[in-house]
């Protein structure tokens, strides 16, 4: 199988590269290189795939529609994995016309080349922020997401209102995956589990966001390819399906799970809750294990230790 994926030089991406590699398919992956954080760490994340006979990397932008065309033209892609993205809640909300053009006008350039020339399956990234403020826990994927809190998550419900208008018009199969946090070696510095283990491990105060009573769906990145490449295996007609741990751990006790995992104490500064923030993520993981056999097997202290190990072998020692 011959795969384009978006992305490729992030966090889920290089992963997601990587294991497709590993099992036999030939990759082409896009990334544009932003400096949302240190391209340097992305180019960290491809070194050893492009070492690969079968992975082809190609820098540029979601957003340039010659370079996709050229490229759709040349491909013969399969499947497309389509993974990039601005991420970020906080930072969607300073800047939501970035967040617009990427998110939602770089997808319907990949949709629009993905029908013209014949891919396949077309398998992509959503988010368990599409949920909002939701009295309904677990998230179900029949739930309303028609109220989202932060412009990337109103990005995020377009992209799939675009991918289910290609399969209706088109015949086109899309699969819209909604992360729920997902952690691991790799993971972006902009992120809780990174920052914390950070602040911990150089004896930095915590910022603490509320009062700690706030709940997350952590999801190790090895469950979450596992569950990637299902989809893409799949093939199915149209669907939005949870990618979870299917748990949810409140933050003053996954603050104790990193402190265990650094043996170091954390010296934490409580702060307001942030605009945009949710104060629980929860997948239901039913719809994901009925379809794709999904199985999330990494607990949250499982795969925080598997950070740590890597964080100190990676980033320790910059």
């Known amino acids: 199988m011959r795969v384009l994926v978006t992305g490729a030089a992030g966090f889920i991406g290089s992963h ?26 992305k180019w960290a994340n491809v070194r050893a795939a492009q070492t690969h006979p079968h992975y082809h990397l190609i820098q540029g932008d979601v957003r340039n529609e010659i370079l996709l065309a050229e490229l759709f033209e040349t491909g013969s892609f399969d499947r497309v994995c389509h993974v990039a993205a601005m991420a970020g809640v906080r930072y969607s909300i300073e800047r939501p016309r970035l967040y617009e053009s990427v998110n939602v006008g770089g997808t319907l350039n990949l949709l629009e080349q993905a029908r013209r020339h014949d891919v396949t399956s077309f398998v992509f ?16 994927e029949d739930a309303d997401v028609g109220r989202p809190i932060s412009p990337y998550a109103a990005t995020k419900v377009a992209k799939e209102a675009l991918a289910h208008t290609y399969h209706h018009l088109h015949g086109l199969h ?40 706030s709940r997350r769906d952590y999801t190790f990145i090895s469950d979450v390819v596992s569950g990637v490449l299902a989809a893409l ?16 751990i409140c933050l003053t006790d996954f603050i104790r799970v990193i ?13 307001q809750p942030k605009p945009g923030d949710m104060p629980i993520t929860h997948a239901d993981v039913t719809k994901a294990r009925d379809l794709l056999g999904y199985d999330p097997a990494v607990s949250v202290e499982e795969g925080m230790q598997e950070f740590w190990d890597w964080y100190q072998r990676e ?4």
């Open 16 to 41: 997601v590269a990587d294991a497709l590699l590993a099992r036999g398919d030939e990759v082409v992956g896009l990334d544009d290189f932003n400096d949302y954080y240190d391209p340097a760490r």
């Open 125 to 140: 990234a959503s988010s368990s922020s599409v949920y909002g403020v939701n009295n309904a826990v677990p998230f179900r």
């Open 174 to 213: 899309c699969t819209g995956l909604r992360f729920f946090t997902v952690y691991g070696p790799r993971g972006r510095p902009d992120m809780a589990p990174y920052l914390f283990t950070k602040w911990i491990a150089e004896g930095h105060p915590l910022t603490q966001f509320g009062d700690g009573t």
């Open 233 to 248: 295996d799949a093939d199915l007609p149209y669907e939005l399906i949870n990618l979870g741990r299917g748990e949810t």
């Open 259 to 271: 402190e265990s995992v650094v043996g170091r104490r954390a010296v934490i500064v409580e702060a």
């Open 315 to 318: 980033v320790g020692k910059r």
